[in-house]
Structure formats: structure tokens, C-alpha cells
């Protein structure tokens, strides 16, 4: 059911669990019927839409972000009660800040997305790159949970490629970057 807002009911209570600190909601174990779609578009940018304009409540946004859920058929906002899909233009995040802690392969990556998630790279969250093969512009990407990626913004990639160091091994003939342990290639040299 739907608040006279034409948002989801029960997020009252999501938003009340979140702000006491318990953490995300378990998404994955909620298994509602699906009720269809709600207007609510994540632009490539981050931005969050709803009926075509932007949510300007940067807590409600973070609340949403919360209860989103990527499934076979694409995404959705889903609580113990509802399920409904959104429009995802790109990924659902957007990595906006990178920490990094230490050097060589010892060396972690955190990135700090647009709605406040930090993810650290690694075996579990892969930093990838999709270069588009007409323009050969690089899209990078970070997984941050349960299949929901941020794609990297510009200034946190060019950090990245000022972090990058030559590969050896399979990753010869590439630049990339350690985190956690791996190597996560960026691209070729020019």
C-alpha cells in the first residue's frame, strides 16, 4: 500500500529502525508480492526522481537506498510488505569520495558513496571498468552490497589512476590498482 505521498508504507518504521543504528534491513530475506511500479527513476548522475523531480531529502533518499534490492527482473524498493521496481539509469550509486589506507599490496580502497555507504574493495566488492568500445571512455564501478554497484565518479577515478601501478603475472600489459589483497585492473596503458 502506498501513503497518500505515493510512497511505500511501513518505510515510518524502517526510517525510525535506521536512525537508532541497527543497520540496514535484512531485503533479502523479505519476500513480498509484487506491486507493481512506483516513479521513482536513480538518474546516471545519483540523483533520485520521484514523478519526474528530484527527492530533495537527502534522508529520505538514504531511506530508500536502504530498502533497494536488485533482482532478476531489475530493481526494486521492497519491504516486509511490498515490492515494487524502480528505473536504475546506470548503477544505483555513485562513488563520490575514496579513502585509501596503506601502499602496495597491502593498500585498501574505501569509497564513500552518494547516500553515506562505505565499501572498502576487495575479493567481495570488485572494482570493474567497462571502456565503451566507440569512445574507449572507461566506466568504472564498485560493488558496494548484495549486487548493487556505484559507479566511480570522475574525481575519485582519477585518484584511482594516480594510484595505479603496472600488473605482472596474468594482469601483465595492465594498470591497476591493490585493494585488499587484489588487483583490480583499470585499463591499458596509453
Not at 519476500?31 to 520521484?50: N, Q, V
Not at 602496495?104 to 562505505?118: C, E, M, P
Request: with cysteine.
Amino acid at each position: 500500500m502506498m501513503n497518500s505521498g505515493g510512497f511505500p508504507i511501513g518505510l515510518a518504521s524502517l526510517q525510525r529502525e535506521a536512525s537508532a543504528g541497527r543497520g540496514l534491513p535484512p531485503v533479502d530475506k523479505w519476500h513480498p508480492t509484487h506491486c507493481g511500479d512506483i516513479a521513482i527513476r536513480i538518474a546516471r548522475d545519483g540523483t533520485w526522481y520521484h514523478e519526474g523531480s528530484p527527492i530533495g531529502r537527502k534522508e529520505l533518499v538514504r531511506l530508500f537506498s536502504t530498502i533497494l534490492r536488485k533482482d532478476p527482473d531489475g530493481f526494486v524498493l521492497v519491504t516486509p510488505a511490498e515490492k515494487m521496481r524502480i528505473v536504475v539509469e546506470d548503477a544505483p550509486f555513485l562513488a563520490v569520495l575514496l579513502d585509501v589506507e596503506g601502499t602496495g599490496r597491502a593498500q585498501k580502497l574505501s569509497f564513500t558513496t552518494n547516500v553515506g555507504d562505505v565499501t572498502e574493495a576487495g575479493a567481495t566488492n570488485p572494482i570493474r571498468v567497462e571502456t565503451d568500445p566507440e569512445t574507449n571512455e572507461p566506466a568504472p564501478y564498485v560493488h558496494v552490497r548484495k549486487g548493487l554497484e556505484a559507479r566511480i565518479a570522475r574525481a575519485a577515478f582519477y585518484q584511482l589512476a594516480d594510484l595505479s601501478v603496472p600488473g605482472d603475472g596474468e594482469d601483465a600489459g595492465y594498470l591497476g590498482v591493490w585493494s585488499g589483497g587484489q588487483f583490480f585492473r583499470l585499463g591499458r596503458p596509453a
